[in-house]
């Protein structure tokens, strides 16, 4: 068992004294060495954390701010990346559509369809629903547009060939 060296020294009366009066107890074991070091490490320790607080509050506006503008900056970057992607899907369409290959076949389509409509005209004229001017000023118009349509998909069709065989 250790002893306390400052115990050593009192005499009864003066132990007794400190076990009666406990203002007295708590002013003797305060004024220990050992005791006291450690509240003055208490009180530093317990000055450094209300500095630490006090920064830290400091700091508080500082950080509510940046992480304002950085959820304001992730909720710009999402709408420009929403945006882009639509672009994008935009962009694969309309590279789609306007492919050689793709403006050729729609050229195909579109001289079958004039030709249908010539028919048509032919028809309707056969059954004598139109006269022979409209017959002729409609009729001649689609087949134009007809035989134009086919020429330009035929030669579109070779620069294609043509092309592919050079390796493009």
Do not use: W
């Not at 118009?141 to 092309?163: N, P």
Request: glycine residues 2%; negative net charge.
């Amino acid at each position: 068992m250790e002893t306390i060296p400052e115990l050593v020294y009192k005499n009864n009366d003066e132990i007794n004294d400190l076990l009666n009066c406990e203002e007295k107890l708590d002013d003797f074991i305060e004024s220990l060495p050992d005791v006291a070091s450690i509240i003055n490490r208490c009180n530093q320790l317990s000055e450094e954390n209300t500095i630490l607080a006090n920064q830290n509050i400091e700091l508080k506006n500082d950080y509510e701010k940046t992480r304002d503008q950085t959820l304001i900056k992730v909720q710009e970057l999402t709408t420009l990346q929403a945006s882009f992607d639509n672009l994008v899907a935009q962009q694969h369409q309309l590279t789609e559509k306007l492919a050689p290959s793709n403006i050729q076949e729609q050229t195909m389509i579109a001289a079958s369809q004039s030709e249908e409509e010539s028919e048509k005209i032919a028809e309707e004229f056969l059954q004598k629903d139109i006269d022979i001017n409209t017959f002729l000023s409609q009729y001649v118009g689609k087949r134009v547009e007809s035989h134009l349509r086919k020429f330009k998909a035929e030669q579109l069709g070779k620069q294609l060939r043509e092309l592919q065989r050079s390796g493009f």
